[in-house]
C-alpha cells in the first residue's frame, strides 16, 4: 500500500487501539500509539472471539498466527440450574465457518494483545510509547496538536491529522477531551480465573463452551487448549469495592460447586461498568472501543465491536479528505449496530439470572428453539463483516 501522508496519534494499546494501528499502517498512515502502561498487558483470562471481529483480524493477515494461539469448540451448552442437560446447544466450530466464513474461537486475551503487537512491530510506520505519563490534545482546522509527556519525564508536542481515544472504560478521550460522561457501575462483578484443565476434566466437556445458569448468576467456561487452562468467568451482584475473596452464588449445584472448589480462592473480581454516548466524536478527535461504548460481557462482543470499530474507521480515515468528516462517518456506521448488541448483551443478563418460575419459561423456550433457531437469532451479530460492508447491520436487517 502507497503512504498516505497522513499521520494519527491512538491513546491506548488495547485491543481496539492496536488493532486500529494495524488497520491505519496498512493503508501506508503513520500511527503513534500513546500507552500508559509499560508494556502490553491484558487481564489475565479468556477471550471468545466471534466471526464478525475474526473478519477484521483475518483481513490484517493474523489469521495464522490466532489458529496458532485459539481454539475452536464444538458448541456452546447452556445449562439451567441444576440440570445436566443443556437446555440449548448451539453448534459452533466448522459450522460457524461454513455459515458466517469465519471462526468463532476462544483464546487467551494475553494471546491476542500478543499477536497484535507482534503484528505492530512489524510495521516500521506504528511507533508504540509505553508508559506515557500524561498527554493533551487540542483539535484546530489542520489536524491536532498532542503534548506528550513520555516514560523518560521528556515533555513534547506532536502534530497529526487525528487523535483517536482507544483508551477503555474510564477513557480520559471521553472525559476529559470530549466532555463525555463517566462509565457507570451496573452493580454487577465479572469473576475471573484461570484452572489447569486437568482439575475440571471430569466436570465440564472440554471441547465445548459450557454456560451454567442460576439465579442471580451464570459462570461461563471454556478451555484454552493452547495454556492447558480452563477460563472460568462469573458473573453475578456485587459492589467493585467487594473484599470478599471469592464469588458466593445460590443454590449453585454439584457442578458449579466443583468448578468453584477446583478455582479456590483464585478468583479476581472485575467490576462491570457501561458507557453510553452518542459524542464519540469532535473535530479531530474521535473514540473507539471501550472507551465509546463499553457495555456487559453477556454477549462476549465488547472486544469485538472495537476491532469492527477499527476495521471501519481505517480506511474512512486514510480515504476521507479531511479526518473530522471521517470520524463523523464513522460514528453513523456504528452508534446503530453498537447500540443493539449492547442492548442485546444487557437483555441476556436479565435472562441468564431469572429466578423461580421465570426461569422454568426460559428453559422451556430455549429448549423449544433448539441450537438452530438459537444461531438464527444471533445471525445479525455474528454475520456482520464491516470488510465488506460498512453500512446499518441490526436484528431487523
Ligand atoms: C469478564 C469479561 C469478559 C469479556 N469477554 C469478552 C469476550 O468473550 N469477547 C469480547 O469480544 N469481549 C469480551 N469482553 C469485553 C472486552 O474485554 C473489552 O470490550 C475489550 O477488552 C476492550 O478493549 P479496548 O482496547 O477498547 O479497551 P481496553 O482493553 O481497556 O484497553 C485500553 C488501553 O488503553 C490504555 N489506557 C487507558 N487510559 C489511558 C491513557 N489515559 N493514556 C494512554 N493509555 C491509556 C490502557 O492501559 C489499555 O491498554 C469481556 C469483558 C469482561 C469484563
Known amino acids: 500500500?502507497?503512504?498516505?501522508?497522513?499521520?494519527?496519534?491512538?491513546?491506548?494499546?488495547?485491543?481496539?487501539?492496536?488493532?486500529?494501528?494495524?488497520?491505519?499502517?496498512?493503508?501506508?498512515?503513520?500511527?503513534?500509539?500513546?500507552e500508559r502502561n509499560p508494556t502490553v498487558q491484558e487481564f489475565g483470562a479468556g477471550l471468545q472471539i466471534s466471526p464478525n471481529a475474526r473478519h477484521v483480524l483475518d483481513g490484517l493477515g493474523l489469521s495464522e498466527a490466532l489458529d496458532a494461539v485459539s481454539f475452536q469448540p464444538e458448541?456452546?451448552?447452556?445449562?439451567?440450574?441444576?440440570q445436566t442437560v443443556p437446555a440449548v446447544s448451539m453448534e459452533l466450530g466448522q459450522l460457524m465457518q461454513d455459515r458466517f466464513g469465519a471462526p468463532y474461537a476462544v483464546m487467551h486475551r494475553a494471546d491476542l494483545a500478543n499477536v497484535l503487537y507482534k503484528a505492530c512491530r512489524r510495521f516500521a510506520n506504528i511507533d508504540i510509547l509505553f508508559g506515557v505519563r500524561n498527554w493533551d490534545v487540542v483539535s484546530?482546522?489542520?489536524?491536532?496538536?498532542?503534548?506528550?509527556?513520555?516514560?523518560?519525564?521528556?515533555?513534547r508536542t506532536s502534530r497529526a491529522?487525528?487523535?483517536?481515544?482507544?483508551?477503555?472504560?474510564?477513557?480520559?478521550?471521553?472525559?476529559?477531551?470530549?466532555?463525555?460522561?463517566?462509565?457507570?457501575?451496573?452493580?454487577?462483578?465479572?469473576?475471573r480465573t484461570l484452572v489447569p484443565t486437568d482439575s475440571v476434566a471430569g466436570q465440564i466437556d472440554l471441547n465445548r463452551v459450557s454456560i451454567f445458569l442460576g439465579a442471580g448468576f451464570h459462570l461461563v467456561c471454556y478451555p484454552l487448549p493452547y495454556r492447558r487452562q480452563v477460563n472460568l468467568a462469573m458473573f453475578m451482584p456485587g459492589q467493585p469495592s467487594h473484599e470478599a475473596?471469592?464469588?458466593?452464588?445460590?443454590?449453585?449445584?454439584?457442578?458449579?460447586?466443583?468448578?468453584?472448589?477446583?478455582?479456590g480462592k483464585s478468583w479476581t473480581a472485575w467490576p462491570l461498568f457501561t458507557v453510553e454516548t452518542g459524542t464519540w466524536n469532535d473535530g479531530n478527535v474521535g473514540l473507539v472501543g471501550d472507551a465509546a461504548h463499553a457495555m456487559v460481557p453477556f454477549q462476549a462482543q465488547g472486544a469485538a465491536m472495537g476491532i469492527e470499530d477499527a476495521g471501519v474507521l481505517a480506511p474512512l480515515l486514510v480515504h476521507q479528505k479531511d479526518p473530522a468528516t471521517a470520524l463523523t462517518l464513522y460514528a453513523k456506521a456504528r452508534q446503530d449496530r453498537?447500540?443493539?448488541?449492547?442492548?442485546?448483551?444487557?437483555?441476556?443478563?436479565?435472562?441468564?439470572?431469572?429466578?423461580?418460575?421465570?426461569?422454568?419459561?426460559?428453559?422451556?423456550v430455549m429448549t423449544l428453539e433448539g441450537p438452530r433457531g438459537h444461531l438464527r437469532r444471533l445471525d445479525w451479530i455474528y454475520r456482520h463483516n464491516v470488510t465488506e460492508q460498512n453500512s446499518k447491520s441490526g436484528p431487523n436487517a
Not at 458448541?75 to 441444576?82: G, I, K, N, R, T
Not at 484546530?140 to 515533555?155: P, T
Open 1 to 34: 500500500m502507497p503512504a498516505t501522508g497522513r499521520t494519527f496519534i491512538i491513546a491506548g494499546a488495547g485491543i481496539s487501539g492496536m488493532t486500529l494501528a494495524l488497520a491505519l499502517a496498512k493503508f501506508g498512515a503513520t500511527v503513534v500509539v500513546l
Open 75 to 82: 458448541a456452546l451448552d447452556v445449562y439451567p440450574q441444576h
Open 140 to 155: 484546530h482546522a489542520r489536524g491536532v496538536s498532542v503534548a506528550i509527556d513520555d516514560a523518560a519525564g521528556q515533555s
Open 161 to 191: 491529522d487525528a487523535f483517536i481515544g482507544a483508551d477503555g472504560v474510564h477513557s480520559q478521550t471521553r472525559q476529559g477531551v470530549l466532555n463525555g460522561p463517566q462509565a457507570r457501575f451496573g452493580h454487577r462483578i465479572a469473576w
Open 245 to 263: 475473596e471469592q464469588p458466593s452464588p445460590q443454590r449453585p449445584g454439584p457442578r458449579v460447586q466443583a468448578l468453584m472448589a477446583a478455582a
Open 338 to 364: 453498537v447500540s443493539q448488541v449492547a442492548a442485546h448483551s444487557a437483555k441476556n443478563g436479565r435472562i441468564f439470572h431469572m429466578g423461580w418460575p421465570m426461569s422454568v419459561a426460559r428453559d422451556m
